[in-house]
C-alpha cells in the first residue's frame, strides 16, 4: 500500500486508484481535484506505469507547476521530468513543433502572442485602407479567435453563407478578407497564434492518421 494515499479522503481515493477505463471527478471549487490528478499520477507512477505514457493537461500554468512540483516530491525528479504535463497549449505547441513539417511550419516556427497578433492585425487594416474604428484590431483578434475556437478557417468564414450576410449586416464585411490575410502573413512569417496551437492540433490528429495513431500509441493515460 503505497502511503500517500493516506493524504486523501474514501471518495479522492476511489478517484485516484481506480485506473482502468475513463473515470469523470464532478466536484465543486476547493474541494481537492487538483489534489486527486497529482495523487491519480503518482499513484500510476508508483504502478509502474511509464511516464512516457501520461499526458496531464491543465488550463493555467500555474496549476501545471504546482501538480509538477507535488509529483516531484511524491516520487521523484526523475519520474516527473518525462511527464508531459502543462497547459493545451504548451503540450499541443511541444506536438505541433515535433510534426510541424505534416502541416507545412518549420519546428521552430515562432508563437505570436496577443501584441504581435494585434500589431500584425494593425499593419493589414492600414495597408488595406480600412477604417481602424470600424476594424478595431482588439476586436478583430476576438472574431478571428472565436471562428478558430469553432474549427472556422479562413477559407470556411469566407465561404459561409451565414457568416457573411452577419458581418454584412453588422458593416463590417472585410473581416473575412483581414482574416485570409492574417493568416496568409502568419505562414509567410512561419508563425502561429495562441488560438492555431489549438485549431493546428486539431487539423494535425483530423488530417494525419499516422500522427494520430503514434499519440493514440504513446498516451496510455490522459489526464484533464
Ligand atoms: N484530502 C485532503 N486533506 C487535506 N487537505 C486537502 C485534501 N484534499 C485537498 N486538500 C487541500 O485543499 C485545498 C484545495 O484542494 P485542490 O486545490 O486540490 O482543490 P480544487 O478542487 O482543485 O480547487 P479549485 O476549484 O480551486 O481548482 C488545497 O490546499 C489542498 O491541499
Ligand atoms: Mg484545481
Do not use: C
Amino acid at each position: 500500500m503505497v502511503d500517500f494515499l493516506k493524504q486523501l479522503n474514501d471518495s479522492q481515493r476511489d478517484a485516484v486508484t481506480q485506473i482502468d477505463g475513463p473515470v469523470m471527478v464532478i466536484a465543486g471549487a476547493g474541494s481537492g481535484k487538483t489534489r486527486v490528478l497529482t495523487y491519480r499520477i503518482a499513484y500510476l507512477l508508483s504502478k509502474n506505469v511509464d511516464p512516457f505514457n501520461i499526458l496531464a493537461l491543465t488550463f493555467t500554468n500555474k496549476a501545471a507547476r504546482e501538480m509538477k512540483e507535488r509529483i516531484a516530491l511524491l516520487v521523484g525528479e526523475g519520474k516527473a521530468r518525462s511527464l508531459w504535463m502543462g497547459t493545451f497549449h504548451s503540450i499541443f505547441a511541444k506536438i505541433l513543433r515535433i510534426e510541424s513539417e505534416k502541416l507545412g511550419f518549420p519546428s521552430n516556427f515562432t508563437i505570436y502572442d496577443t501584441d504581435d497578433s494585434k500589431r500584425l492585425l494593425k499593419s493589414i487594416i492600414k495597408e488595406q485602407s480600412l477604417d481602424d474604428k470600424t476594424y478595431q484590431p482588439g476586436y478583430v483578434l476576438g472574431r478571428i479567435s472565436n471562428a478558430k475556437n469553432n474549427l472556422i478557417g479562413a477559407r470556411e468564414y469566407n465561404e459561409d453563407y451565414e457568416i457573411q450576410s452577419a458581418d454584412a449586416a453588422a458593416r463590417k464585411p472585410k473581416l473575412g478578407l483581414i482574416y485570409s490575410l492574417y493568416q496568409q502573413r502568419l505562414i509567410k512569417a512561419s508563425a502561429m497564434d495562441f488560438d492555431d496551437l489549438l485549431f493546428n492540433t486539431n487539423v494535425l490528429l483530423r488530417d494525419h492518421v499516422d500522427v494520430l495513431y503514434k499519440y493514440q500509441q504513446k498516451f496510455h493515460f490522459i489526464l484533464v
